[in-house]
Each structure stands twice: as C-alpha cells, then as structure tokens.
C-alpha cells in the first residue's frame, strides 16, 4: 500500500476515510484471519468496540473479512480495551480486535489488534499483515468459511475478573464514587465492578447516543466529575475515556490527579510491600521530573520509554517490571492486565484508600510537581523544522541552562504536522524562557 497503515496504536483515522473505510476494515479482517489462522485448531476471533456510530459499520466490514478466511467470531459489542486483551486470552482466540480510537471525538475511530496472548501486536506481526494486504489473501473454501455470533457473557466476565484485583475480604462499603464513563465502552462495566463491591455509586457519562463519546466528560474533561464530586460530596470521582484505558482521578476537593501521582502512590505502596517487580516503575519521557525525584528518594528506579503505552508495556515485559504507565492516565499492570486499564488502575488507587484509611486528598499528592509546560507548533508538512541548525542551536542551548533541575523534550506528532516542545524547570521564570527560545526557533523554521 502506498500509505503507511498502522501508527502508534493499531490504525486510526477518520471514519469513512482512508483508513478507517469499510474496504480497508474487510481487507485488515481477512489479512489478520490468515495470518493468525493455526491450521490444527478452531480459528477464533474476538471483536469489541466503544459506542461509536461508525463502530457498527467497521465491526460488519471486520467480521466480513475474518469470515471470509475462515475464523469463527465472537462479537462482544460495546466493551473496554483492556477487557479484550483479557477475553482474547481468556477465551483462547488466535486474535483480539478493538474497535476504537481512545480519547478521540467521536468522528474518528480505530482498530487495534490484540494477540493469542492478550497482548498488543508487536511491529513485525502488523507488518506481516500488512504485506498480506499488499500481496493478496487466500479465501477459505466454502465448506470453510468462519460463523459469527453474539458473545453475551463477555461483560460479566470482566466484571467479575475486575472484582478479583481488589484485596480479598477489602469492600468499598461507606464510600461515595462518582464515576465518569465518558459515554464510551465502560458505560455498563464500570458501575457495575465498583456498586457490587459495595460502593454507593454516581455514574455519569453513561447515556451514549454514537456522537457523544468523550464529549465535554471523562478523562480528558473532568470538569463534569470535580463538580458532581463537590456537588454530591463524594469522597472520590474517577474519570475514564472513551475505550477505558486510561483513568483519571477527583479527591473529595475536586483537585485532579494525574496518571503520574497515580502511579507515585501504586509504585510507593507496591515496594513498600514487596511487590514491584525489580524495583522500577516504567513510564514515558513525559512523566514529570517531580515523580522521578520522588521515586528515586525511596530507592524506586524510574525507566524511561517513548510516548504511547505499547513501548511502556514492552519495555515493562523486556524487563520483568509489573508497574508502568503514562502521565495520561494509562496505568499498566502486568500482574493484572496486558494493556492500560483504567478501572483497575482506580481500584487500586481506591484499595489505598480502604487500608489505610485516607481520604482521597491524602493520597493523591504523592509528589509536587515540577513546573512543566508544553506548546505544539505546526508546521508545513514539506519542512522538516528539527533539522535546521537553528533549531538544534537552540535546543542545545536550552538544555544546557536547564542543566540537572529541569528537562527539555521535543518531538514530532505521530498524528499531525505539529512539533510538541515540552519544558520542566524548577525555576519557573527559567522554564518560559527557554521554552519560549526554542518555540521561537521552531516558528522560524515551519
């Protein structure tokens, strides 16, 4: 093909263009199909989706193509990303299929593919698909072709699995959650794990229509929750986005918890009780120099990945580390999950809370931050601003007065022609100087 298919994160796009089309979904569902087809066995594949419009269309053109290759499919309908990593393992698929594109509006969709191990699809294996694509796909013989059904137990599943993380013989009795489902896949899960373990539960973001996913709630707007928290005088609010991967918190203040205080506060408890694996939290370049500083204090190595928890969660299985994650919200926990799970990440956030007795607010706090400033620039698709001297004078320049009390990181979007320019400094005067330097010196060059 002469576009590039699968970026950061499976494939992404707007629906109904090029890539998110019906004929690109077919021919990704019938190239997947052969190449996990295990000649010896049934061939099996699991499908679930967020509440996108334009899911139903892109679940009919998968389902079309792995049929057609002769894979069985089991269609979950509306469920989070993480519980199809669960179910593709759970249920001995050859492969998992996501339908979603995350935190994004609802006009954009995805498709992320999970192995027989309910883990992401490393590089080499969406290259093979994406060869199969290009050279062409053997059908199966009509005696062959895979069946597709309805898969109703798949919710109770996880649900149930979801309850098994939280401490045994721990309850969440006498507290008051309010949950944000941003209209997206959670909308019934989430409820439903915190009510049964004993909760009094507010659900908001739980009415989707197809258009309102992410809209104006969850994770990337928790403005909705911090109100109903102080509204309702809850003791916590939990902010999921749309596929449910990431998470976000409210303490009882309404003040918001970032996935690096999350994860400060998981990584500190877990090495306090013989639990993290190797002593070291994995995150990405843009976890804020305040939570390394706070790790390293307690004798926590904190490991550095690219952006995007698929390099958190190798990084994390090259390196037999059970805790990592994103400053956004995705907390990986590979004694639990193979992907970002944002309902188990708050589970365990909430089972601090039941063991010590600390109020949200408490607990939320693990480190202070270190000021940290980010400014996208656009540029010309044409140009290629990071290789001008100017701009490799200028970031030089910029590291060297920030020296061991701050960080300046730089890179290009995976998605869009923009140049993300992110700066920490203890000295919040020096950090806008020298991030303003080199934005200027960026500008000149796009």
Known sequence: ????????????????????????????????????????????????????????????????????TGMNVFLLGPMPTPAIGYLTHGLRADVGVMISASHNPASDNGIKFFGPDGFK??????????????????????ENIGRAKR??????????????????????DGLRIVVDCAHGAAYRTAPAVLWELGAEVIAIGVEPDGTNINKNC???????????VI??????????????????????????????QIMGLIATRWAEQGRLAGNTLVATVMSNLGLERHLNDRGIALKRTAVGDRHVVEA????????????????????YATTGDGLIGALQFLACMVETGQSASQLARVFEPVPQKLINVRYQPEKAPLEADAVQEAIAKGEKALG???????????????????????DPALLDRVLGDVVAAVERES
């Not at 699809?121 to 009509?142: C, H, Q, R």
């Open 1 to 68: 093909m002469a576009q590039e298919l699968f970026g950061t994160d499976g494939v992404r796009g707007r629906a109904n263009s090029w890539p998110m089309t019906a004929e690109i979904a077919l021919k990704l569902g019938a190239a997947a199909g052969r190449y996990f087809r295990r000649d010896t066995q049934e061939h099996r594949v699991v499908i679930g989706k967020d509440t996108r419009l334009s899911g139903y269309m892109i679940e009919n053109a998968l389902t079309a193509g792995f049929t057609s």
């Open 121 to 142: 699809l490393s590089d080499e294996a969406e290259a093979g698909i994406e060869a199969l694509m290009t050279n062409g796909i053997k059908a199966a013989a009509p």
């Open 151 to 172: 898969f109703d137990d798949a919710r109770g599943r996880y649900v149930e699995y979801a309850k098994t993380t939280f401490p045994s013989r721990r309850r969440l």
């Open 218 to 228: 969850g994770s990337t707007h928790p403005d909705a929750a911090a109100r109903k």
């Open 231 to 260: 509204e309702t005088r809850a003791d916590i609010g939990i902010c999921l986005d749309g596929d449910a991967d990431r998470v976000v918190l409210i303490d009882e203040k309404g003040q918001i918890a970032d996935g690096d």
């Open 316 to 335: 994390m299985r090259q390196g037999g580390h059970s805790l990592g994650g994103e400053q956004s919200g995705h907390i990986v926990m590979t004694d």
């Open 404 to 426: 061991h009390d701050g960080r300046l990181l730089i890179r290009k979007s995976g998605t869009e022609p923009l140049i993300r320019v992110m700066a920490e400094a203890v």
